[in-house]
């Protein structure tokens, strides 16, 4: 990181364990039959993100939903610009075919990786419907893909990163604005 650049904080632990609360609360609100929701996290950050999702619904509704992870390296419309990167392991254990799946993402930004999840997720059956849920929508979209649930609207310039930590994965939770 760039010795000048200026970090300001998004959203505090506590912010983002009420904001996981809500999007749990609009999840269930949405969902017409919660035995048939599916909840997949995009790799990285989205998997943990998915859990904590799974946890706090169950905690509320007292239903376990299933949680996958969804690596989609190789959909990727973009993969000359950002480059070739070890994937992770895509874990679907379970036909989406007729389920109510929640794509769940960190940061959503120019929209490419939720379009190359949207291709991904067909090689796991046909969802009755495929919603998206986002710690942070931060604007920029170069595809016309909008989240159905949004933990926080952030705008942004384009040259200015979100950095979203989440306890699980990186030993904290936190939201960061980082300007170079």
Wanted: hydrophobic fraction near 45%; glycine fraction near 6%; charge should be negative.
């Amino acid at each position: 990181m760039n010795l000048s650049a200026k970090v300001v904080s998004i959203l505090s632990p506590e912010e983002i364990r009420r904001t996981v609360n809500r999007l749990a609360s609009q999840i269930i609100e949405r969902t017409r039959d919660l035995s048939q929701l599916v909840l997949l996290g995009i790799f990285t950050r989205g998997v943990p993100l998915a859990q904590l999702l799974a946890r706090q619904i169950e905690a509320m509704e007292g239903i376990e939903v299933p949680v996958g992870a969804l690596d989609i390296t190789f959909y990727r419309d973009d993969l000359d610009q950002i480059g070739l990167r070890t994937p992770a392991k895509t874990d679907i254990p379970y036909d989406l075919t007729d389920k109510t799946v929640v794509l769940v993402d960190d940061v959503i930004f120019k929209g490419r990786t939720i379009r190359a999840a949207l291709n991904a997720v067909n090689e796991y059956g046909r969802p009755e419907v495929i919603r998206l849920a986002v710690l942070v929508d931060r604007g920029h979209r170069e595809v016309p893909i909008h989240p159905d649930f949004i933990g926080k609207q952030l705008p942004t310039a384009k040259e200015e990163i979100v950095k979203v930590y989440l306890n699980d994965f990186d030993g904290r939770d936190a939201v960061e604005l980082i300007s170079c």
